[in-house]
């Protein structure tokens, strides 16, 4: 038997109603050197070595055929594939060529040429889930729900802190932003909209999608900030 949390939902996500769903509590990690002996005691046919040689083979496969644009499937198992991006691991030389050409002519999307390999997709098989669930109990922690986590901070004081963080190193970036104020990423990201709605916030996001930052407004043509 497992246990469950109830929490909630961003309002932004439900038009501001109230929304709760279910989130697993997961008590430990299974290892692979877990997940081997398991496995043995399973299929006591099968010994160590073995098992190592199938899992060491699987992922050769997967180095090979997937950064080749195949994906893999594995029936009773699911579907593996890959989920591109670009490449922003170098955190300090992005914020160098950020400072640099944060101007009225600055297209972020220069910054970010290389394309690179971000994730793995799994989509799991209809039937194990089905399997799952079939041998699957579940039962409330005895939290009635966990809403979302709110700031210690004021509103100004949230503020002062973004505007603290801009001046420093010419832009902050929205882990900057939660991390100074307490607050998980994607209530960060609401409570930037909420303080840039009414537009007296002085600061502005420059940038898109995943590559995008928050700044001082620029004075008109001068790319000042």
């Known amino acids: ?22 989130k697993m509590k997961r008590f430990s990690l299974f290892d692979y050197e877990m997940v081997i002996q398991h496995m043995c005691k399973f299929a006591p046919i099968l010994n160590e070595g073995v098992i190592r040689t199938v899992f060491g083979a699987l992922k050769e496969e997967m180095l090979t055929a997937m950064p ?20 922003t691991s170098t955190a300090s ?9 944060l101007n009225d002519d600055y297209d972020p999307k220069l910054e970010y040429r290389h ?29 009635e729900f966990v809403p979302q ?15 603290e963080i801009i001046d420093k190193q010419g832009f902050m970036t929205l882990s900057d932003y939660a991390e100074a ?7 960060a990201s609401r409570d930037l909209k909420q ?20 700044v001082r407004r620029a004075h008109t043509g001068t790319g000042v900030l």
């Open 1 to 22: 038997m497992a246990n469950y949390i109830l929490k909630e939902l961003p309002g932004e996500m439900t038009e501001g109603k109230t929304v709760i769903y279910p």
């Open 68 to 87: 080749a644009g195949h994906t893999v499937k594995i029936d009773g198992l699911g579907v593996f594939s890959l989920s591109l991006g670009f490449d």
């Open 93 to 101: 030389e992005e914020k160098m060529a950020l400072k640099q050409k």
């Open 115 to 143: 394309v690179c390999i971000k994730g793995i997709n799994f989509r799991p098989d209809p039937e194990l889930l089905r399997e799952m669930n079939r041998v699957a109990t579940f039962e409330n922690d005895g939290v």
């Open 149 to 163: 986590r709110k700031s210690r901070y004021s509103r100004e004081e949230r503020l002062a802190k973004a505007k």
């Open 181 to 187: 104020t307490g607050l998980s990423m994607s209530g």
């Open 195 to 214: 303080l840039m709605a009414d537009g007296d916030s002085g600061i502005v996001i420059w940038g898109d999608h995943t590559h995008k930052v928050w």
